[in-house]
């Protein structure tokens, strides 16, 4: 069986609607017992005190806001290249979650930040970067929103789907680039000394999993009202016509 | 609770939007997705729901 066969609205509403409740436990069983052990269980750290607490919620937003973006474009690619309605709605369906994720990451951070850096915000490359990748977020939302056809709405916005990559792969990557800036290297790393210690690294890599199986849900949840909004907009259509 | 010291207000702080925005975006989709859903079947059952 090919994998297209799953473009097929009919097809991904089945699989989707089978998936779907085992991505919702899933999620929920990763993602409350990895925030509360995060938040009820582990010690609070030499440097940052109890804020330690706060990367449970900020590094696996900001881990789904890079990669919702990335699944976007994978989505964005196969709607330009294969024409498959489905791939275009998941690509819509993810966005809400992606700038909500970007929100949350932006936020927690700026929160953290005053504190420790004696500041909300700095221009700092992997902040700013950030910034814009959530203005890329809303940019995308509204330019679905702003056009009627459903086809012209997908080119346009997969092709600034394209252009906002450049930002989400910067704000992965731009503590790596450029050696300045406030914000401190990957705290899960294959290098010990930049890696966060195991008693926080274990429940961090829980909630991870946990935001990340609510990220499939709700794309799964958002994806299937695409579709049935598309079909409840071409019956309305018809009988307009009839 | 466990005691959070001088930062108990960032925490929660910070812990309190994460979890705001996570329950709004969870509850705004599940009521979209229930909405559409009970117009579709409603437009289905008004026109026969062929096609």
């Known amino acids: ?242 | 609770m466990p005691d959070l010291g001088k930062y108990e207000a960032t925490v929660l702080s910070a812990w309190a939007v994460a979890l705001v925005l996570l329950a709004g975006l969870v509850g705004l989709s599940l009521w979209r997705a229930a909405r559409v859903r009970r117009a579709l079947e409603a437009q289905e059952r008004k026109g026969g729901g062929n096609g």
């Not at chain 1, 750290?45 to 474009?73: C, E, Q």
């Not at chain 1, 004696?118 to 330019?143: C, E, K, M, V």
Request: proline share 4%; aromatic share 14%; net charge positive.
């Open chain 1, 1 to 242: 069986m090919s994998i297209w066969e799953y473009a097929n609205p009919k097809k991904f509403m089945e699989t989707s609607g089978r998936i779907l409740p085992w991505a919702a436990a899933l999620s929920a069983l990763t993602l409350v017992p990895g925030l509360v052990w995060g938040f009820f269980l582990t010690p609070d750290a030499d440097r940052f005190g109890s804020t330690v607490k706060i990367i449970y919620i900020h590094v696996p937003s900001a881990f789904v806001a890079i990669n919702a973006w990335a699944m976007m474009l994978v989505a964005s690619l196969i709607w330009l290249i294969r024409r498959h309605h489905v791939s275009a709605l998941a690509a819509r369906a993810a966005a809400p979650v992606g700038m909500v994720m970007t929100l949350i990451a932006l936020f927690t951070g700026a929160i953290w930040g005053e504190p420790m850096w004696g500041t909300w915000w700095a221009w700092d490359p992997r902040l700013t970067s950030f910034l814009i990748l959530f203005l890329f977020y809303l940019g995308y939302i509204a330019l679905w929103a702003a056009i009627e056809n459903p086809d012209a709405a997908a080119d346009l916005t997969s092709v600034l789907c394209l252009v906002g990559s450049v930002f989400a792969f910067l704000s992965r990557y731009a503590v790596y680039f450029w050696a300045q800036g406030l914000h401190q290297g990957a705290s899960l790393s294959v290098d010990r000394a930049q890696h966060v210690a195991d008693v926080y690294a274990w429940p961090l890599w829980l909630s991870i999993a946990g935001f990340v199986l609510l990220f499939l849900t709700l794309v799964l949840v958002r994806t299937r009202t695409e579709i049935r909004a598309r079909r409840l907009s071409a019956l309305v259509a018809r009988e307009r016509m009839e």
